[in-house]
């Protein structure tokens, strides 16, 4: 099992010798290699970008790599708590880790804010999920903003094609329980895996029929298998994405094959093209600036990770009034503290948690982008006003 275990710090990297004196520890856990490594990496870069004192406390990060294997993923964990004493945890990448990691970090009472969706809201009284947030709009957010494209399109049947693992499933539960409200017929759902490296068989079951759209359900490059076959094979109608494949690496990989399907994803990944009224666009372009100047084009799943440190600016300072760095009140009153925040604005978005949202995320994060020219073009956007 190939696993990758790397620790750098934005204190430690200028000067090792300062990283033991270190107050807030930050523990990384990303897919940086594997199948998902197209977002761990933009994930990755974004962590260079969080701060180094945070309420004047020094900060240390621990970033671990664990290849999109949900056992590393897992192992990790358990050792940025035991080992690097995390007082915060960000990641994993991938829905599958982010179930499996979930009772780790609640034992060790350490939020954590993952950067896969929510699969499911929180439930009250849920002593294990209560320390888990969540990056990315949940499932049921990317679903409406889905469905009220396809409605205003005319779209009547889908056939769906999902990678068979959580993020898929979520993926496309939401899309049955909104497209079946509104009359959608779903043809077929069919499944691969992340790993496959045909979806031939797949593509030949969902054209049956002759669907009105084809909707992917996949997270990174693997997104691009089913899509480059559906037009292969010569399928006109139209193509959606789920949000998890928006990223530069897969309007590389899925190049002209792309041209004219919609993706769902953040706005902050079209900034410059929302109204100047919108809400925290100005903190989107910030984001995309600051990212962008470093890294090359923009990410929205770095946008999580410098989300995620946004969040941490505003409440690190609530929580030292509890306690201490390194102890179990300052975690307390950390997590206390991010689930009381209120429109907080992040790139593109504005957070407002509660006991049974810890995604914070309404429709105003939420947008479908078309790919035009190898670039995405903002194409419906929520009501804002």
């Known amino acids: 099992m190939k696993r990758s275990m790397v620790v750098i710090s934005m204190v430690a990297v200028m000067a090792t010798a300062t990283a033991a004196r270190a107050d807030i520890t930050i523990g990384v856990n990303l897919s940086s290699t594997g199948p998902a490594a197209s977002l761990g990496m933009a994930e990755k870069n974004a962590v260079t970008l969080g701060p180094s004192v945070i309420a004047g406390q020094k900060v240390r990060y621990v970033v671990y790599d664990d290849a999109t294997d949900t056992t590393a993923a897992v192992q990790n964990v358990k050792r940025l708590i035991s080992e690097g004493k995390a007082d915060f945890l960000i990641g994993p990448t991938t829905s599958p880790a982010g179930l499996a990691v979930v009772s780790v970090a609640a034992e060790a009472k350490t939020s954590m804010i993952q950067l896969a969706p929510s699969p499911a809201p929180i439930a009250a009284g849920d002593e294990k999920r209560k320390w888990i947030f969540y990056g990315p709009p949940t499932a049921d957010i990317y679903a409406a903003a889905l469905i009220r494209h396809m409605v205003r399109k005319g779209v009547k ?165 509890a306690g201490k760095p390194g102890t179990e009140k300052f975690r307390v009153a950390l997590r206390d503290a991010i689930e009381s925040t209120k429109g907080l604005k992040g790139a593109g978005m504005v957070l407002t948690f509660s006991p049974t949202d810890h995604t914070g995320i309404n429709q105003l994060g939420m947008c479908v982008l078309k790919v035009e020219n190898g670039k995405w073009k903002l194409e419906d956007l929520a009501d804002y006003k």
């Not at 045909?198 to 669907?211: D, Y």
């Not at 928006?246 to 309007?251: D, G, K, P, W």
């Open 157 to 321: 049947t889908v056939s769906v094609i999902s990678v068979d693992d959580a993020y898929g499933e979520s993926c496309v539960a939401a899309y049955k329980k909104l497209a079946d409200q509104k009359g959608i017929k779903t043809l077929t759902v069919e499944k691969y895996k992340r790993t496959d490296t045909s979806a031939t068989g797949q593509v030949l079951h969902a054209m049956q029929g002759n669907p009105d759209a084809v909707y992917i359900a996949a997270s990174g490059t693997p997104g691009a298998l089913p899509h480059i076959a559906l037009i292969d094979r010569g399928y006109k109608g139209k193509i959606y994405q789920s949000g998890g494949s928006a990223s530069a690496e897969f309007l590389r990989v899925g190049g002209k094959a792309l041209e004219g399907s919609f993706m769902l994803g953040l706005p902050l990944l079209a900034a410059e093209q929302l109204p100047a009224d919108y809400p925290a666009k100005r903190e989107a372009l910030a984001f995309a600036k600051a990212y962008e100047a470093k890294y090359g084009p923009r990410s929205m799943f770095a946008a999580q990770v410098w989300n995620s440190m946004k969040i941490l600016e505003a409440t690190v300072p609530k929580a030292l009034k």
